[in-house]
């Protein structure tokens, strides 16, 4: 059976996110209107009885003075990725794409490979042998996920492997932590928190911390301290107008796809965060605090309102978002991955970001185009 792709409307690809239990934020034809600087296309695939059967938001970003376009897919397409004959899924795209004028086409497919438990991860950690946690063993391990490599390398795909010493990649995070909800009840879920983190509830309650939902308004009040959080944590923030833009966009699209949450105490906010829905998925997407009145332990009280908040909305698991890939002691982000593994989180490695080079040539500057995303 072949399968058509052509440009599809922001409601026909609602429509279909809508029929699924979910597919990334940033794979919504609102993430189009976040990131201005690329033109975005909401793209369908077709049976041959005209149903749309996959979708996915490609950004096209221009090369300066040219009209040729690198072309990415964030944490997408959403498309039957272990089909036997997934060429008549992607060969119709690299076509269309490169019909439009893309030098390279870089897509993120939202498949597992593996995933290791609070208990495994802490035993990484433990471990000095085990440098990365793929140096550790996986609590499960998806076969599935590694064929599908094997098919897109035949097929003229290149993974790009994780950059840095920290595990990121230059694009979308390879590694997460999720906290999984499908069917447990809260108080399993507080129960799945390490004793630190419920100490820290408790202290954050005694000290009359207050976690309060924000809107539009509320948004400098998290960028100052996003800002702080930036400079301490040493990495480039985003300007105040990016989130504006985010909330107006996302908001737009559906009330309750994006909210913000704001810690707190004495007349102080001391932490702030977002938080994206989609279907059954919740992702905790940027956090921010201040290293005053740490004491008072904001952040675990606001990530458990969040979390709270999230399985009373039905969500089947909550995203912790990216953490690192070493297990080095002198990493500054292991206290991070610490924090997350510590709220019940399991480390889940997806397949990482592929790209196809349609111009070789050209391809060589796409490295140089992600630093400016």
């Known amino acids: 059976m072949t399968l058509t792709l052509r440009p599809i409307t922001r409601a026909e690809h609602l429509a279909f996110v809508a029929a699924r239990p979910s597919v990334s934020h940033m794979q919504l034809p609102s993430w189009g209107d976040v990131k201005p600087e690329w033109r975005a296309e909401s793209l369908g695939w077709f049976d041959g009885g005209g149903r749309i059967v996959g979708a996915g938001l490609v950004l096209l970003r221009p090369l300066p003075k040219l009209k040729r376009y690198l072309a990415y897919l ?9 089909a036997p004959d997934l060429e008549r899924w992607l060969d119709p795209l690299l076509a269309y794409l490169k019909g439009r004028g893309a030098f390279s086409v870089k897509m ?9 438990n609070p208990e495994a991860v802490k035993a990484a950690i433990a471990d000095p042998g085990a440098r990365r946690l793929r140096d550790a ?20 795909w290149q993974q790009t492997e994780p950059g840095g010493e920290d ?5 979308q995070p390879r590694y997460v932590c999720q906290v999984p909800f499908a069917g447990r009840s809260l108080a399993d879920i507080h129960q799945g928190l390490n ?8 202290k954050a309650d005694k000290a009359g911390v207050k976690v309060v939902r924000g809107d539009h308004e509320d948004l400098p009040a998290f960028y100052t301290l996003y800002a702080e959080t930036a400079e301490r944590d040493r990495f480039i923030p985003r300007p105040l107008p990016y989130f504006q833009r985010m909330w107006t966009a996302l908001t737009a ?3 309750d796809r994006m909210r913000l949450y704001l810690a707190h105490h004495e007349g102080d ?25 740490r004491e008072v332990q904001p952040n ?8 709270t908040d999230a399985h009373e909305r039905g969500a089947a698991v909550y995203d912790f978002r990216g953490i690192t890939d070493t297990l080095e002691e002198s990493n500054h982000l292991l206290g991070l991955l610490r924090f997350k593994v510590g709220a019940g989180g399991e480390a889940v490695e997806y397949l990482g970001e592929w790209d196809f080079p349609l111009n070789r040539l050209l391809h060589k500057a796409l490295d140089v185009y992600m630093a400016r995303r």
Not at 74 to 82: F, K, L, N, V, Y
Not at 108 to 116: E, F, H, K, S
Not at 167 to 171: H, N, S
Not at 269 to 293: D, E, F, P, Q
């Open 195 to 202: 004793q630190q983190w419920r100490r820290n509830i408790k």
């Open 253 to 255: 699209e559906h009330p």
């Open 108 to 116: 993120g497919p939202p498949v597992v490979v593996r995933r290791w």
């Open 167 to 171: 595990g990121f990649a230059a694009g």
């Open 137 to 156: 063993e996986a609590t499960t391990v998806e076969p599935a996920a590694f064929e599908l490599a094997d098919r897109l390398r035949r097929m003229g």
């Open 300 to 307: 675990n009280a606001m990530q458990w309102r969040m979390m």
């Open 269 to 293: 906010v001391l932490a702030a965060a977002t938080m994206i829905t989609v279907g059954s998925h919740v992702w905790y997407s940027y956090g921010a605090s201040t290293s005053r009145k």
């Open 74 to 82: 964030p944490e997408g397409p959403a498309i039957d990725w272990h």
